[in-house]
Every structure is written in structure tokens, then in C-alpha cells.
């Protein structure tokens, strides 16, 4: 009889655990789709960001309210889940409170996993205050409507229900020792629970063991969830903020990068000896596109980016053509990507592997040139971001598409670079005036 | 405005068989824009007065390209790159000076990997290290009980980390420096970066010097001190546009400094 029981756990959790597997699959397929990019040098630079950063959250506590409250959810979340190895041992053998052969340490354990459950549920309230009833700019603003806005809801209130079934569990956990029950033993401490667990008095011993129960599978089963629910979710980046922070860009933040393939282009073009009718190296090669009009032509760390994002819009808070009404929002250059990039994956699977041309693209159908143009390259984005996510990136491969594959740049800018092609400068003088001040 | 400037070049430099201490790069503003040319003119009377030995490249300079980068067009942006690096390297040139924290940060950051390496300093970090090294000196009395608040560039600032240079600097002229709400880090844009200088702002309720400059009014300063032609002329705009003109000025760095040198 008993039995079942741990068949149908071991069943849930190769499920849970199966489905998320292959989401992983498909999210490391689909980042894979990006143009590669080197960022395998100076790892210990890159560890270290990683630890100060994802771990450290040393950027999240620039706005302090938020970062406190996000520390205690963090913090909580993950101490919390080391139960959840007692649970899966507990689940698979049917023993109970398997690890509280640890004494006092156990007492402990479980005593400041209490406590952190309800600091979250606290932390959790504020939150969803914050969004829904203060009415925080950035969380209202329109780039968020329907999915994303949900989104960051469902998993306030998944964390509240998880948090109170936790401590539900361990109330009548608590009241079920007291009353010497076989099986729940006197382990663990409840300094918070102790408080939950006089609404059982009065109840039969079978009704509490039932809530028991029902409150240990439904917290089990509600962590599967949420793990599968990530994949869906802005909340991935609970995962992904680490390599994220670890393979974001070193180089100081005014440096952009220098495109490799123009670079041939142009040496050929300065090159007096150069024949312009050599057979180029190899024949096959696609010739190079310049630029970036879809996800495919982005690189892999611009892509794991858009997965990254916690869409929490802090860029584009700080972002100088949003504050002034153009727009451009960089929080919605992240999620065009991301959607863009899902799109694209969904193409991929349905069509056995390979994608199939489907007559849209990142440009134009998600992010028009009205918003790449608002971009004053002011790196307040880059900076804001609490895990290290360049928006400006694209931005700027997508300005490169459109300069130098269309040339749509807006009138002035080809006037502008037109002077520069002539005259050496961006205004329409002579070169030879340029030392005109020194007699003004 | 006719005071004699000394700004060798680096022909005639070579031509005398002599290496400057220091590349000045003024760049397009500063040799073309007619408030720029002031901030570079000011510059230069720093050198002159500390006697720094230094060239300019003249008519030989060009555009560094860092515009046309930033509005996408790497091709030009290369071409351009590719020929300063080359008279640059000719002239076996170690270290550049500039006014204009885009060349700043193009010179530094971006040429190196195109075969540019030089030692690149903002003419703010220059005049840092000429007041330490204690080759200049001015009147510190000149600017006692004025109110000055700087605005970062986003090129010298959150470009490039560089926020001290410019404070230090105004910190030994006995102003009163007062800090906008956002500074440093978190400054806002001028609105000029990214080819912005060069076109209208895309459709807003706002222009993003106008928002700036009420950051700095806030502060109610005398100065607004920048360190960036497209800053200065930014600023100068907003300041027009709030109808402060004749109380606040808009100065460059190298401006507050040589005004206190009575130059
Ligand atoms: S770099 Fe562009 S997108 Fe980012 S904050 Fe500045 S203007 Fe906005
Ligand atoms: S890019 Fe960074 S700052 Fe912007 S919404 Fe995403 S996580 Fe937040």
C-alpha cells in the first residue's frame, strides 16, 4: 500500500524533472542559434563577477528597498530548497524527516528555514504591493501588458503559496509530535509554525495527518512546477543570471565592437595591390551580412541575454529617451529578442529541425527603427541592469543593418556621414580649415 | 580674442626632427563648432601657460569615425580608423590629449584592435595630472562662493569609469561643487550621443537636454561646468531654453581653469 505512494512520487518527479530537462534542451538549442562569440578569456574575472554580481546581487541593492526585499526572497528560496532533499529521500523510501538523525543541527535547519519562509511571505506581500497597488512606474508601463505582467504576479503569489504550505506542513508536523502520533517523532524546531499549530486543536489526529500529507505532496508538487514553470517565465533568470554574468562583455562600456568581416572588406578596398577579382578563400561561404535584422544574427550572449532578463525595467527607467516620452524602452528590446528567439525555436521543432523561412523577422515586426534610432548610446541601460545585460548591443547591430545593408539611416545621419566621407568631418567644411581657430 | 596661441604641429615638428611630449587630438568640434572652438582655445593656453610640449595634427586630422560607428556605419567608421591610425603611426605618436570625450573613447577603446595603440587621457585627466605634477597653477579665489555642478559625459563617465579627473579639478577652485540628484554613475544623457548631435530627436513630450538641464538648475548653480563639446552646446540649449542664460554659464572644464589663470 505504502508502496504507491513512492511509485507515484518516484513517477512525479521523473516527470517534473523530464519536462524541464527538455525545455533545457530546447533553451540551450535555441541560444545556439546565435553567431558565435569568444568570451572564454580571463575567467577569473569572469568568476568573479559572477560572484559578485548573480551571487553578491551587488548590483540590485543600488535601488535598496528592492534589493533587501530581493535578497531575503533569494536567500530564502535557495536555503529553503535544501529540504526539498529531505523530501525527495523521504518520498522515494517513506521515511519521515529522514535527516533528523542530525540532532540539534537539524533543530536548527529547519528552525531557520521557518523563519526565511515567512520573511519571503513578508518580502512577497510588499512585492505584489509594489506592483499592483503603488503602482511603480516601471511596472505599469505599457511594454508589459498581458503575458509579462501575469507572469511576474503568478510567481508572487506561487512563492506565498509555497511558503504557507511549508509552513502548514511543518505546523502540523508540529501538532502531530506533540500528540506523540508513531511515525511524527519529536525532531525539528518551529519557531514559527508553533504559532500556526493551535487552529488544529479539536481536530481528529486522522484530519491533521491528512492536512499533513496533503500540505508535504502539494509542496513537492508545487516546486516541480514552478521549476517547469521557469522556462515560460521572466523568472528564468533565477538560473540564467549566473552564466549571464559570467559571459557579459569586460571591455570597458564605451567600447563597441569592431566588425571583423568589414574590417576585410575595408583593407581590401585601401589596398592598392589588392585584386578585386581574386577567388575569395572559400567560395562556399555565405558572404557575411552586416549586422543584425533577426535573432539569428545576434551572438549566442545577446541571445542568453533575452533569456536573462528579469524584465524588472530598470533600463529603461534610466533610459534617457524613455524619460522623455520617445519610444524606445531597452527592457522591451530584451523581450522583442526573447520572443522573437521563441518564435523562432517554435518554427525549428514544428518543422523537424530546421527553420523555415516565415516571412518576418526581429526588425520591423517587433522592433521598428523609430526605437533604434531614439538611442543616445548612453550606457545608463547597461549600467542599470542588475545582471549585465547590454540592450545597447543589439541596438547597435541593428542600426549596423540598417546603415549598411539598407541604407535607411534617417536623412540627416546620411547627410552627416556623407560630410564625413568628403570633408573628414561631420559638418559640411574644409579640411584645410581646420585649424582656423588658432588665429579666431 | 586675439591673444597669440602657440600650437605646433606634428609636420612642422617633424620637420625639425622633434617628438611632443603629448598628441593634442582636437577633433571635429573642437576645430569647426564655434562655441567648441572656445573650449579647445582654452586648452591650448593651459599647455602654453604650463609648457607642455605638444603638436597638433593640423589639416592632417580627420574624423575619428566614432559617429558614423555609433549610427551603425562601420564601414566609414573603419576608413576613417584605418587612416588616422596610419598618419598617427607615422608620426610615432605615444600619447593623445583630447577635449571630446567620444574621440576619447573611440581613440582608446576602439582603434587598438584596428592597429591603434596609444596612451589616450581626456584633457580633464590631463589637466589632473599637470595641477599634481604642479606645473600649473591659478587663482583660487577666482570662482570663491560660486556655485558649480558638473555634468558627467556619458563617454568620460559610464564609458570609461572616469569621474574623479573633473571633480578633483573643481574641488581646488574654493567653488561650492554641488552634486545633481543623478551624478556619476547614474547621469543623464545630454541627449547628444549616438548621432543624436547630428539629427532631430525622434517624436517625445521632451527634449533629453531639457530634462538635463532642469537636473542641473535644481542645484541652483552659477556654472555648469562639462567636459564635452556636444555637452556644452546640450546644456547651453537647455539653459536658453529655461531662459537662464544670464545667470548660469555653461563652462568647460579647461575654460573654469584658464579664466582662473587670468589668460
Ligand atoms: S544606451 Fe540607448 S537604450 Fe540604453 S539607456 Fe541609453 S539611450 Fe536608452
Ligand atoms: S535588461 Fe536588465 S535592467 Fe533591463 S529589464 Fe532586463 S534585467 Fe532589468
Known sequence: MNFLDNIFFALLLAIGIGYFTINVKKLIRNIKLGQDVDRSDNSSERWKNMAMIALGQSKMVKRPIAGFLHIIVYVGFVIINIEVIEIIIDGLFGTHRVLSFMGVFYDILIGSFEVLAFLVLVAVV??????????????????????PKNDANYILYFEMVLMTLFLVMNAADFHLQNLGISHYNSVGSFPI?????????????GSVVIIERAAWWLHIAGILVFLNYLYFSKHLHILLAFPNTYFADLNAKGKLNNLESVTNEVKLMMDPNADPFAAPANPDAVPAKFGASDVQDLNWVQLLNAYSCTECGRCTSS???????????PRKIMMDTRDRLEEVGRNIDLNKGVFVEDGKSLLNDYITPEELWACTTCNACVE????????LSIIIEMRRYLVMEQSAAPMELNNMMSNIENNGAPWPYNQMDRLNWVNE | MSENLIVPTMAEMMAQGKQPEILFWVGSAGSFDDRAKKITRAFVKILNKANVNFAVLGTEESCTGDVAKRAGNEFLFQMQAFMNI????????????????HSFNCLKNEYPSLGGNYEVLHHTQFI???????????????????????????Y????????????????????????????????LCCGAGGAQMFKEPEKGNMDINVLRTQDALETNPNIIATGCPYCNTMMTDGVKFAHKEN?????DIAEIIANAQNL
Open chain 1, 126 to 147: 510588499v512585492f505584489w504591493i509594489r506592483r499592483n497597488v503603488t503602482k511603480l512606474a516601471r511596472f505599469t508601463s505599457s511594454d508589459l501588458n498581458g503575458q
Open chain 1, 193 to 205: 509554525s508553533q504559532f500556526i499549530a493551535p487552529i488544529f486543536n479539536g481536530m481528529s489526529e
Open chain 1, 319 to 329: 533610459c534617457p529617451a524613455n524619460q522623455t516620452g520617445k519610444k524606445l524602452s
Open chain 1, 384 to 391: 542599470e541592469c542588475p545582471i549585465n545585460i547590454s540592450p
Open chain 2, 86 to 101: 596610419e598618419l598617427l603611426n607615422a608620426y610615432e605618436v605615444k600619447k593623445i590629449v583630447t577635449c571630446d570625450p
Open chain 2, 128 to 154: 589632473q595630472q599637470l595641477l599634481k605634477e604642479g606645473r600649473i597653477d591659478f587663482n583660487k579665489d577666482t570662482y570663491k562662493g560660486s556655485r558649480v555642478t558638473f555634468h558627467d559625459p556619458c
Open chain 2, 156 to 187: 568620460l563617465g559610464r564609458a570609461n569609469s572616469e569621474y574623479q579627473a573633473p571633480r578633483e579639478i573643481l574641488s581646488q577652485t574654493n567653488a561650492d561643487v554641488v552634486e545633481m540628484k543623478r551624478s556619476k554613475s547614474s547621469a
Open chain 2, 247 to 251: 545667470e548660469i554659464k555653461v563652462l
